[in-house]
């Protein structure tokens, strides 16, 4: 990943690339447009950081549906960052989804990310260890 000053260059070109768009929106409007062009760049960083963003969002379901999405992301470190922002945001329906991640996935980031989730969700820890084994 790239140091903090490419990242926030990056997200001021961004802003201001997009700004004039958004004048006629409301701010947290303005905000979901971000986000979500965010989730949908090509840039596999800006993705990981716009899904680590969600994480903020505390009992939102559009943010919690959207980082479930993620976990899908053909790149792993989007995976990763979908798996800790659903522990963060103590989404309960992805424990199926993480511990098919915990089971199945080939990279080891994304595994560990997802069991962190688990445990953060209080997943019985015999059935944590059950998939890890």
Do not use: Y
Request: charged residues 20%; contains cysteine.
């Amino acid at each position: 990943m790239a140091g903090p000053f490419r990242r926030s260059s990056l997200s001021l070109v961004i802003f201001l690339w997009i700004s004039p768009l958004l004048h006629a929106q409301a701010p947290q409007d303005q905000a979901w447009t971000v986000l979500k062009d965010g989730l949908a760049n090509k840039d596999v960083e800006n993705r990981a950081v716009a899904v680590h963003l969600l994480g903020t969002l505390v009992h939102n379901a559009q943010a919690s549906d959207l980082a479930l999405k993620a976990l899908k992301d053909e790149r792993p470190e989007v995976r990763a960052a979908a798996a800790d922002t659903l522990g963060q945001l103590k989404v309960r329906s992805a424990v199926p989804q993480l511990t098919t991640i915990v089971q199945k996935d080939t990279d080891p980031g994304v595994v560990i990310a997802a069991a962190r989730a688990l445990v953060s969700l209080d997943v019985p820890l015999d059935m944590a260890s059950s998939t890890l084994c």
